[in-house]
C-alpha cells in the first residue's frame, strides 16, 4: 500500500479565463477501487492528466507510484494486434496476456488479425488485458463503458472486481457498483471521497441535499422573523429616546435618565437581534454549495393522426455480401419506448439508419408515413463546430429553449462563449439531446445517446422521458437506464 496526496492543488488551461480546481486537498489508497464521477467538464480527465504529469499546475500530487492511463493511444491500427501489443508493453509475459484475454473471454485468434478488424469491444478488452499485464503500476481507467455492449460491459465490470489499484471513470451506475469500493466526486465547489459504491454515494448525497435544504428553508424563515424584529425594536427604541425631549401626560417633566436607559436597553436587545441574524446568514451560506442543478427538462412533441407510427416486416440488412441482421419486425405505437437490444454487430444502428431514411440496402417491408418527423441523435459528435447561435440557427431550432436545456443539463453561461469543438465528449452529446428535445418531433431515434454523458444528467432524461412519454426508439447499453426508461425491448 502507498498512497497519493494531493495538496493545495490550483489549475486552469493556458488562456482560460476559470480555474478547473481551486485549492484542492485529497488522499487515495493505491489499494483501492476508486470511482471517480462528477458532471461534465468538471475535470475528471484533466485530472488523470496532471496525474501524468501531461500540465503544469500550483500546489503538489506526490506519489510512489507509477502511472498508466487507458485508453491507450494507438498508432498503427492496421498491424496484426499481437504486434499493437508489443509496441505498448515490448517486454509483456505471453501467459500473463493469455491469462487476461482468457478472463474478459476473448479468443487467442484475435492476436493474428489486424487491430482495425477489431470490434470496438474487442479492441477494449485487448488494451485493458494489456493494462493489467503492467504490474505495480496504478491504474488510471479512463471510460472503458463507451463501446461495450451490455453483456460486455456485465462481463468488464465483473473482471474488474477482481483487481485493485486503479481509478475508474465511469458514467454507468450499474457497472460502478460492481467494481469499486470507494467513490471520488468532483462537486460544484469541492472534491471528496467516500468509502461505498456509487448507490452508497449518491444514497448519501441526497440524504445530504436533503438536509441542507431543509435547514435552508428554516434559516430563511429565521431571517425573516429575525429581520422584523430587529427593526421593529430598533423602531421602537427611536421612539423612546425621542420622548426624552416631550412631557409625560400629566404634564410633569420627563425622567430622561430613565428613559434614556429604557433606550439603550432597546437598543441592545436590537444588537442581540442582529447578531443572532448574522450568525444565521452565515450558516446558510455554508449550505446549498454542491447541490446539483437538475431542473425537470421538458419536450414538446407532435401529436400524431395515427396510433401506429411505423412498421418493421422481416427486415434484413446487408452490407455488400454481409448480412448484419435477419428478420427484424415490430412494430412502433404513439408512447411507447423501445430499446434496442443485442451484441455490437448485431445491426441496431443500420435498423435506426434505415428507419432515419438512410440509403441502406435492405429486404422486407419498413411502413412509415412520408409525413412522420424524426428527431435523430447521433453517436457521433465529431462533426461538432462553431458557437451555439449559430448551431441554433443552422438546425433551426429556437436558441433560447436550445440555450436553456443546456442550463438544466449543467452548461455553465462561459461554456456559451467557447467553440463547441472544444468541449469534453459528454458536453458534445449533450448538446445534440438538446439540439433534439427542442425540435417538435413525432419520433425520436437516439443512438447511445449517453456515451460520455454524466450520471445526474441521465437521470434529468430519464425523469424527462418518464414524465412526457414521448414515442422513442433507442439504442443505450447503460443497464439502469434501460430498466428504467423502456416499455418494450426488441432483441436482435
Known amino acids: ?81 499481437i504486434d499493437v501489443i508489443s509496441e505498448i508493453f515490448p517486454d509483456y509475459i505471453h501467459w500473463k496476456l493469455m491469462r487476461e484475454l482468457s478472463l474478459l473471454k476473448v479468443s487467442e485468434d484475435v492476436l493474428y488479425r489486424p487491430f ?23 491504474l488510471l481507467i479512463d471510460e472503458p463503458t463507451n ?28 457497472f460502478l457498483d460492481n467494481c469499486v469500493d470507494h467513490i471520488l466526486s468532483i462537486n460544484k465547489t469541492n472534491i471528496e471521497i467516500q468509502k461505498g459504491n456509487f448507490s452508497s454515494w449518491w444514497e448519501n448525497k441526497v440524504r445530504q441535499d436533503n438536509f441542507e435544504l431543509a435547514e435552508d428553508e428554516k434559516l430563511r424563515r429565521d431571517i425573516k422573523r429575525l429581520s422584523a424584529s430587529s427593526k421593529r425594536t430598533g423602531n421602537w427604541s427611536h421612539e423612546v429616546e425621542k420622548t426624552k425631549n416631550g412631557t409625560r401626560n400629566s404634564g410633569s417633566k420627563v425622567d430622561k435618565g430613565y428613559i434614556g436607559h429604557k433606550a439603550a436597553k432597546m437598543m441592545k436587545r436590537s444588537k442581540a437581534i442582529e447578531q ?27 401529436g400524431y393522426h395515427k396510433r401506429q407510427l411505423a412498421e418493421l416486416d422481416n427486415i434484413s440488412i446487408f452490407y455488400g455480401e454481409k448480412k448484419v441482421c435477419s428478420d427484424v419486425s415490430f412494430t412502433i405505437e404513439q408512447g411507447e419506448r423501445i430499446a434496442l437490444s443485442g451484441k455490437n454487430g448485431s445491426g441496431k444502428s443500420s435498423i435506426i439508419k434505415l428507419m432515419c431514411g438512410e440509403d441502406i440496402d435492405f429486404t422486407g417491408t419498413l411502413t412509415k408515413d412520408s409525413q412522420l418527423i424524426i428527431s435523430y441523435v447521433s453517436q457521433d459528435t465529431s462533426n461538432l463546430q ?69 450520471v445526474i444528467s441521465r437521470m434529468q432524461i430519464e425523469e424527462l422521458l418518464l414524465e412526457y412519454t414521448p414515442t422513442l426508439v433507442f439504442v443505450e447499453h447503460d443497464r439502469e437506464f434501460c430498466n428504467n426508461v423502456a416499455t418494450k425491448i426488441v432483441e436482435l
Not at 485530472?47 to 506526490?62: C, P, Q, R, V
Not at 478488424?117 to 496504478?138: D, H, P, R, W, Y
Not at 463501446?147 to 450499474?174: C, F, P, Q
Not at 431550432?397 to 462563449?417: A, G, H, N, T, Y
Open 147 to 174: 463501446h461495450l455492449d451490455m453483456t460486455a460491459r456485465e462481463l468488464v465490470s465483473d473482471y474488474l472486481n477482481t483487481k485493485s489499484g486503479y481509478i475508474l471513470v465511469s458514467h454507468d451506475r450499474s
Open 276 to 302: 443572532r441574524q448574522n450568525s444565521a446568514i452565515n450558516e446558510k451560506s455554508k449550505l446549498l454549495k454542491n447541490i446539483e442543478n437538475s431542473e425537470n427538462l421538458e419536450i414538446t412533441q407532435l
Open 1 to 81: 500500500m502507498s498512497l497519493i496526496n494531493v495538496t493545495n492543488l490550483t489549475f486552469a488551461y493556458e488562456g482560460s479565463y476559470d480555474n478547473i480546481f481551486e485549492n484542492v486537498n485529497f488522499q487515495i489508497d493505491t489499494d483501492w477501487k476508486l470511482g471517480f464521477t462528477g458532471r461534465n467538464g468538471r475535470g475528471k480527465t484533466t485530472f488523470l492528466s496532471l496525474l501524468l504529469g501531461k500540465y503544469e499546475y500550483s500546489g503538489n500530487i506526490s506519489a510512489h507510484v507509477t502511472f498508466e492511463y487507458f485508453p491507450f493511444q494507438v498508432d498503427n491500427k492496421e498491424l496484426n494486434t
Open 386 to 454: 462553431g458557437n451555439l447561435t449559430d448551431y441554433a440557427r443552422d438546425n433551426g431550432i429556437d436558441e433560447s429553449l436550445f440555450k436553456s436545456i443546456l442550463r438544466k443539463l449543467d452548461f455553465s453561461r462561459i461554456q456559451f462563449d467557447k467553440d463547441i469543438s472544444t468541449y469534453s465528449g459528454g458536453q458534445k452529446k449533450k448538446v445534440l439531446i438538446a439540439k433534439s428535445l427542442s425540435e417538435k418531433a413525432h419520433l425520436y431515434i437516439w443512438d447511445e445517446p449517453l456515451n460520455f454523458i454524466d
Open 116 to 138: 482495425d478488424s477489431l470490434s470496438n469491444g474487442e479492441q477494449t478488452k485487448v488494451l485493458l488485458a494489456t493494462l493489467f499485464i503492467k504490474e505495480n503500476s496504478f
